[in-house]
Nanobody, 126 residues
């Protein structure tokens, strides 16, 4: 299993970035919960949002509600995270992740609920 993030970089306060995560093999993004997480220096990894196999998304970080949007393109095996109105507090390494188990209901919100991880992509807002 491979998860490869891209799209990180440096942006000014108020700007936008779009992150992508290509997932292989394709059954992972089709059958597992997928999520975006981030980890700032000296802080614990925190969940941003998840998307279920059925396509239901759930942002669960209060700090990103209304600014970040998770989505997926099944045909391209790609998970996306659109980030708008970025601020310095959003500076972190961003990771995409997938569960090993299949969930019929709500996706897990904690990092411990996810098995597959990408290498991370740095986002810096100044």
């Amino acid at each position: 299993v491979q998860l490869v993030e891209s799209g990180g970089g440096s942006v000014q306060t108020g700007g936008s970035l779009s992150l992508s995560c290509v997932v292989s093999p394709d059954y992972i993004i089709r059958t597992k919960c997928m999520g975006w997480f981030r980890q700032a220096p000296g802080k614990a990894r925190e969940g941003i949002a998840s998307i279920s196999p059925g396509g239901s998304s759930e942002p669960y970080a209060e700090s990103v509600k209304g600014r970040f949007t998770i989505s997926r393109d099944i045909d391209k095996n790609t998970l996306h995270l659109q980030m708008n109105s970025l601020g310095p507090e959003d500076t972190a390494v961003y990771y995409c992740a997938g569960t090993r188990s299949e969930y019929g209901g709500r996706c897990p919100t904690l990092p411990s609920g996810y098995w597959y991880w990408g290498q991370g992509t740095q986002v810096t807002v100044s």
